[in-house]
């Protein structure tokens, strides 16, 4: 009973996550929207990735700039075995094929981690760049295992499944996604609250220290690596069943950047940031690219106005009103941020409407494509639209100023209240 | 008497072509409470260095516990029955302080690397740490962040991760540095409870300290050992008056 205490959140995640594809649930049809179902199982995938890179990042203290090779490698893995099965050669029921992928990911963390784990810091960040070159130039060379440009195809309906299920329709496929992202958070939650995790964190802080209470911190990080590569692998596994496809692509640069940004975005700090971070930028991937050509600079400037600003990510952020929560005076801080709202909504608008500006007299020219708002077609040529945006922009920016001084305020003052109050207690 | 705790012969230690450490040879007996005095710049922090496998030495022969110490990391001369603290405060800042003992503790009681014991469930383990952060006088800051201790509680909790393992060769840095006088006091009775029945070596430059704690007394002048006996003898030695406490007690 206690363990159903501890855990509701999870449980309760569990039910959110599960009901929510109903929200796209055409009635009328009887079927789901294979979209929201695709989206939300990148959703997962992703977030089991990002968590993986934290075991690093924010575990370790570890900036990887290539751990998307153990994911990639993982997804190949797990990818061929799926053939073997199709074949007939071995039997693996399908349930257990993101394990597959995971085995890879360990095999893959354990070599490559000898060498990645040889250094920290600045090194270890140039090493993980290399081996991910490495391995992105060795998947167009050896056809054999990467299958070159057109990478490896598998068929995920297989008649081994434990549970009698055939994952023929992207709702059931979700549901074992949801199912092994659980398993794998939570695991990986576990995992920090262990000797080698507590020592990750140890050898991260003061790795001399570390090595004055007997440890050897090239091993802590190499274990970490490798276990990081586990759980990378077994994203990598799910990665294959989604999109029945594995390509040099999920061992690219640009896929360990995803996590990266997740990962700053959601905070590397605590351990729910990273999944926070995927859910932002998979929606802005996913979602945000459907509607603009330009969303990948929406991204970048996120990263850095994160970056710059918060540098505690979201989960951060949130993190920081604990001590009003706390006190119960977080109602208090309701109106100020309704104040901040307009003017920050001003200047979202303002730089929004720049950038598609923009992108709409280069890229959307190039493409023949006209700028439509509600139906109706702007004309990027009038400098009536261009001086809408700057003025929504500077004077946001002025209001908002404004604004977060007396925020400001506001805030000091609760935050001297709720320690006093928890120093009286 | 068995072999003695610490054994230096003639060891020497360069950097560059600078010879720090020259030729020192040092025994430091079971059980004793043994200081390192000597003016800035002699080599005493460097001679811990060495001993604790901070840097190799250039020759010579260091054992610890009787076994030698060649080649050895600092863990591995950890495992040996030797653990140090640093000159300059070495924690673990972004753990709580109940953790940076937990840390202190784990590999002496078997842990290793494991991934597969839950911390929360060890009570033993959990206990253990909790009895070490009352003695510490630290149990009302067990769940802060160690980087948010005042400057005196952080030499405390050094001292706490140093002899957390139950080492029996304890190093200590200069452990009083920096401290106001009722704070020294606090930790030359720390200092003094902990290393009951074990081999205790200190650098320190605070005399009262120095005269209140040790059995011996060992002075380090330009990398060389001039004298190494008794409190009462080192105060009537005319070379170690010269070289050094003349300077301070004149």
Redesign the interface.
């Known amino acids: 009973m206690s363990l159903l205490r501890r855990n509701w959140l999870w449980l309760l995640a569990l039910g959110v996550l599960l009901a929510f594809p109903f929200l796209f649930y055409d009635w009328a049809k009887g079927r789901h929207s294979g979209f929201a179902l695709t989206l939300m199982s990148e959703i997962g995938v992703m977030a089991i990735f990002a968590l993986s890179f934290n075991m690093l990042m924010g575990q370790a203290g570890l900036l990887s700039f290539g751990h998307a090779v153990l994911f990639g490698l993982g997804a190949y893995c797990a990818a061929h075995v799926v053939n073997l099965v199709k074949a007939g050669t071995i039997w693996l029921p399908t349930e257990l094929v993101p394990l597959a992928g995971g085995l890879g990911g360990l095999f893959f963390g354990f070599v490559l981690g000898w060498l990645a784990t040889k250094q920290r810091g600045t090194a270890f960040a140039m090493i993980t760049l290399g081996l991910g070159e490495l391995v992105s130039a060795a998947a167009l060379m050896f056809m054999g295992f990467f299958g070159g440009e057109g990478g490896i195809t598998i068929d995920r309906v297989m008649d081994t499944s434990l549970l009698g299920v055939r994952y023929t329709s992207p709702w059931q496929v979700y549901c074992l996604v949801l199912a092994w992202a659980f398993i794998a958070a939570a695991l990986m939650r576990l995992q920090t609250q262990t000797p080698l995790g507590r020592m990750a964190n140890a050898a991260r802080d003061n790795f001399e220290r570390a090595q004055f209470v007997g440890y050897d911190p090239r091993r802590v990080r190499w274990m970490q690596f490798t276990l990081a590569g586990f759980f990378a692998g077994i994203g990598g596994g799910l990665y294959v069943l989604i999109y029945e496809i594995v390509t040099f692509d999920t061992v690219s640069a640009a896929k360990s950047a995803n996590a990266l940004l997740a990962v700053y975005i959601g905070g590397a700090g605590g351990f729910f940031g990273p999944i926070l971070g995927t859910i932002v930028v998979v929606l802005l991937q996913s979602g945000v690219s459907l509607l603009s050509n330009a969303w990948l600079l929406y991204v970048g400037v996120l990263f850095i106005v994160m970056v710059m600003y918060a540098p505690v990510g979201l989960a951060g952020l949130i993190g920081l009103h604990a001590p009003i929560w706390r006190a119960g005076r977080l109602r208090d801080l309701v109106l100020p941020y309704l104040r901040a709202l307009p003017p920050a909504l001003m200047i979202l608008l303002g730089f929004v409407l720049l950038v598609e500006l923009t992108s709409f007299t280069t890229i959307g020219a190039a493409q023949g494509k006209h700028f439509a708002i509600a139906g109706r077609t702007i004309d990027t040529t009038s400098p009536l639209p261009w001086g809408i945006a700057v003025a929504a922009l500077g004077a946001g920016a002025l209001w908002l100023r404004r604004e977060a001084r007396a925020f400001r305020l506001r805030w000091d003052a609760l935050m001297e209240d709720a320690k006093k109050q928890a120093g009286a207690s | 008497m068995s072999a003695p705790a610490i054994e230096l012969r003639d060891v020497r230690k360069s950097f560059g072509a600078t010879e720090i450490i020259r030729g020192v040879n040092l025994g430091i007996a079971r059980g004793e409470r043994h200081a390192v005095i000597g003016p800035n710049g002699a080599g005493k922090t460097t001679l811990f260095n060495l001993i ?1 496998g ?1 840097f190799p030495i250039s020759s010579g022969t260091i054992t610890v516990n009787g076994k030698s110490t060649a080649g050895l ?3 591995e001369i ?2 040996l029955g030797l ?2 603290s640093f000159q300059i405060t ?6 709580t302080v109940f ?1 940076n003992i ?3 503790l ?3 009681r078997g ?10 469930g060890q009570k033993t383990l959990n206990a253990e740490a909790d009895r070490l952060l009352e003695r510490l006088k630290l149990r009302d800051r067990r769940d802060l962040p160690a980087g948010l201790l005042s400057y005196a509680e952080q030499r405390a909790l050094e001292i706490g ?2 002899i ?2 139950g080492a029996d060769i304890i190093l200590l840095d200069e452990p009083t540095a920096g401290m106001s006088h009722s704070e020294t006091e606090a930790a030359v009775e720390l200092i003094r409870g902990v290393s009951e029945g074990k081999t205790l070596v200190m650098v320190e430059h605070d005399m009262s300290v120095v005269f209140g704690l040790a059995d011996r007394i060992t002075v380090l002048v330009y990398g060389e050992v001039i004298a190494s006996d008794t409190p009462a003898a080192i105060r009537g030695n005319a070379a170690v008056q010269e070289a050094y406490l003349g300077t301070i007690a004149a």
Not at chain 2, 111 to 120: D, N, P, Q, T, V
């Open positions: 604790s901070r990391p600092p863990q950890n495992r653990s140090r070495s924690i673990f800042p972004r753990l953790e937990r840390c202190g784990l590999w002496s842990y290793r690397y494991s991934f597969w014991h839950l911390l929360g991760i140093t957390a393992g």
